[in-house]
Each structure stands twice: as structure tokens, then as C-alpha cells.
């Protein structure tokens, strides 16, 4: 008996069990409390929910966005990590790029960037562009700032080691830095991936009549709470589904660690 009640001490307190268990039990309080205790016109309950993400999945439209959004996504990202990593490496390589333009990144970065969506619109265009180059716009900064912070975190006594055995500057970078480097660089895409996802969102609701942030618009101006609420998780799948892609490759490529 003793052992019978170890054994399944042990699976409860396996961490996949306890976070479904969260999971299960805070889908049944919105249950009950969607049922009971809120307005059906703004909350719905998860299985109605459910279902209605098996509509969106049978509404072409709706599919249509998604691809829309994912290909504006990946895009974006893609620009974001090629810059963000060439301009993370050219102001972090040296004392006097880093004191020179590092203070003018960061200035950049702390201004809102809602503020100045407009003016993408204005210069891009609504179509898919002002997407790509607005999220592009939140993605390269967390890339640029965790690069820099990475090249500035290298030992200076391996890199003096390093020279005075006859390296090259390609081969410290090659053997020395860049491994130095990847733990940032892979935190700063992750922040990218997501305020990537973000910008590319917010465009979509400031001017769009495709993507998921149009549908979103949709369905809150027509108190379709259902739908809104079955498309709002197809996005957090999405954001978890990167997120994993960007952990798992940081994981295959920091194993010197």
C-alpha cells in the first residue's frame, strides 16, 4: 500500500500532471463562471469555444488570414534577426561603436512604437508591406540589445590568450565569441519573435482587411465573444509553437555550455 501511494505521489508530482492539472481546473471554473456568473454577450464558455474553433477551421477566410499573418510573421522575423544580429555585431565590437551608437539604440527602442504606426501606413502603404516593416520595427531591437549585451560580456582574458597564441580575428570570433554570443542572441529572438508577433498584430488592427488582427477587430465589434475567444488561442498555439521552435534550437546550438 505504502508503495502503491509513493508510486502515484511520484506521478502527481511529475510537472506535466500538475500543469494539466491547472490547465483542467481553470477551464472548469470558466465554465462555471461563463455559464453563471458573466454576460454571454462578452465571455463565452470553453466549450462553446471549441467549437467555434472548429468553424474558424472550415472558414476560408479565416485560414486565409492565418496564412496571411504567418507569412507577414515570418518575414518580418527574418529581416529582424539578419539586421538585428549584423548591427548587434557592429556596435558591439568595439569600444567606440558601442559608446557612439548604443546610447541612440536605446533611445530608439524606448519610443513607442503605436505612436508611430501611422507613419508606416504613410510610407509603406495598407497592404501586407506596412506589416512586415512594422513588426520588423519591434522585432530588431530586443535582437540588437541582447547581441551587444552578449559581445560585451566576453572575457577579455580568453580573447587576450587567445590573440597572443597568433588567432586571427576570425578565428576568436569563430571560436571564442560567437559561442559567447548565442545565449543573448537566442534571448533576444525569442523577445524579437514575440514583439514581432506584436507589431504585426497591431497593424492589422490599425488598418487591414485581411490577417488575424482584422478577424479580431471583427468579431469584438460584433460581440462574437466565441469566435474572438477560439481565435485569440489559435494565436497564443501559434506564439508557443515559435517560442519552442527558437528554445529548441538554442538548446542544439549551446551544448559547449
Known amino acids: 500500500m505504502n508503495a502503491t501511494a509513493a508510486s502515484i505521489l511520484r506521478f502527481l508530482a511529475r510537472p506535466v500532471v500538475s500543469q494539466l ?4 481546473l481553470a477551464m472548469l471554473l470558466w465554465e462555471v463562471a461563463a455559464r453563471h456568473s458573466t454576460d454571454e454577450l462578452f ?6 469555444v471549441f467549437a467555434a474553433a472548429g468553424d474558424l477551421f472550415d472558414d476560408k477566410g479565416v485560414m486565409r488570414a492565418v496564412v496571411t499573418t504567418l507569412w507577414e510573421l515570418g518575414l518580418s522575423f527574418l529581416l529582424a534577426v539578419v539586421f538585428g544580429l549584423a548591427v548587434g555585431v557592429g556596435v558591439g565590437a568595439s569600444g567606440m561603436t558601442y ?14 512604437q503605436i505612436t508611430i504606426l501611422p507613419l508606416f501606413v504613410l510610407y509603406f502603404g495598407p497592404g501586407p508591406a506596412s506589416k512586415v516593416a512594422f513588426g520588423f520595427s519591434h522585432g530588431i531591437f530586443p535582437i540588437i540589445v541582447n547581441v551587444v549585451a552578449g559581445l560585451r560580456t566576453v572575457p577579455t582574458g580568453l580573447l587576450r590568450s587567445a590573440y597572443s597564441m597568433g588567432a586571427t580575428k576570425q578565428q576568436v ?3 571564442i565569441t560567437f559561442p559567447h554570443l548565442v ?8 523577445l524579437g519573435m514575440t514583439a514581432t508577433l506584436l507589431g504585426v498584430l497591431l497593424s492589422e488592427l490599425y488598418v487591414s482587411s485581411g490577417g488575424i488582427g482584422y478577424y479580431t477587430e471583427l ?10 475567444f477560439a481565435l ?6 501559434m506564439a508557443v509553437f515559435l517560442n519552442e521552435v527558437v528554445r529548441r534550437a538554442e538548446i542544439r546550438h549551446s551544448r559547449w555550455r
Request: cysteine-free; overall charge positive.
Open 21 to 24: 492539472a491547472f490547465v483542467i
Open 43 to 48: 465571455t463565452s464558455p470553453p466549450s462553446a
Open 99 to 112: 559608446r557612439s551608437l548604443y546610447p541612440i539604440i536605446l533611445l530608439a527602442y524606448a519610443i513607442p
Open 173 to 175: 570570433f569563430r571560436r
Open 183 to 190: 545565449p543573448s542572441f537566442f534571448t533576444g529572438m525569442r
Open 219 to 228: 468579431y469584438t465589434e460584433s460581440f462574437e465573444p466565441h469566435n474572438l
Open 232 to 237: 485569440t488561442g489559435m494565436l497564443a498555439l
